[in-house]
């Protein structure tokens, strides 16, 4: 992973693909909502599985632009994923006082992609994330 836009416990976490170094930037009850699920994610504990699983799929993810506003932070991002398959996003974070990922909003393009990666999502957290989050191949 290549970062132009700056490193951060976000950013270190994507690279590392660690359940440990996601749920360490997390709040407890924090909520992950993105284009790849039907239904948001709650909890540090699940949350931090997901996203290692999806850290896991991506052969290459570049951090292109972030800016931050107050509590929000906005990262552009290329990727490559599920044999060279290109996609582009935007990630939302919100943080709490205390410096915590409370929110995170991930949104994947285009839609095939998306959808593609949502399925993949599904079978690598089988017995984990119930298969309603994702979508189906």
Known sequence: MTTSAGRSDWTDAFET????????AFAEDVVLEASVLRHPVTGREKVARVLETA?????????TNQVSDGDRTYL???AVALDGIEMQGVTV????????VVGAAIHHRPL???????AEMARRTSGVVDAEFFASA
């Open 112 to 118: 095939d992609a998306a959808l593609a990666f949502s």
């Open 76 to 78: 552009e991002w290329d």
């Open 17 to 24: 693909k660690s359940s440990t170094a996601f749920g360490a």
């Open 93 to 100: 974070l919100t943080r709490n006082g205390d410096g915590l």
């Open 55 to 63: 850290s896991g799929i991506y052969e290459s993810l570049t951090f």
